[in-house]
């Protein structure tokens, strides 16, 4: 059974810093495009980031760009998102994704392209 968790949400503080996990089971996720989503309450699911499958490639939200680093560690099956200098507009239910195998399409932001998602973790940014 293929899973993605997530972990590493939670409360931060205006300009703090968090640091989301996603910790694939069930196959290897070697070589898939993985990505990250957010849904604030009332609001669509958007795209935050994306990265291939060797990590020599990244996609990133404007909303986002210059403050969230997505990173991969193949040999842990796990995606990291580092994000700082958080503000409350980042508050939003975040989730990690993982396309089909052997694409290269980290530049697609459409969550349809998208096969495989976790639960989500949320992420609150006090004022």
């Given at each position: ?42 609001q669509e ?30 040999a842990k ?43 989500g973790t ?6």
């Open positions: 059974q293929v899973q993605l968790v997530e972990s590493g949400g939670g409360l931060v503080q205006t300009g703090g810093s968090l640091t989301l996990s996603c910790a694939g089971s069930g196959q290897s996720f070697g070589n898939t495009v993985m990505g990250w989503f957010r849904q604030a309450p009332g699911r958007e795209f935050v980031a994306a990265i291939n499958w060797n990590g020599g490639n990244t996609n990133y939200a404007d909303s986002v760009k210059g403050r969230v680093t997505i990173s991969r560690d193949n099956n796990t995606m990291y998102l580092q994000m700082n200098s958080l503000k409350p507009e980042d508050t939003a239910v975040y989730y990690c994704a993982a396309q089909p195998p052997y694409r290269n399409t980290y530049y697609d932001t459409r969550s349809e392209t998208y096969i495989h998602w976790g639960q949320q992420v609150t940014v006090s004022s």
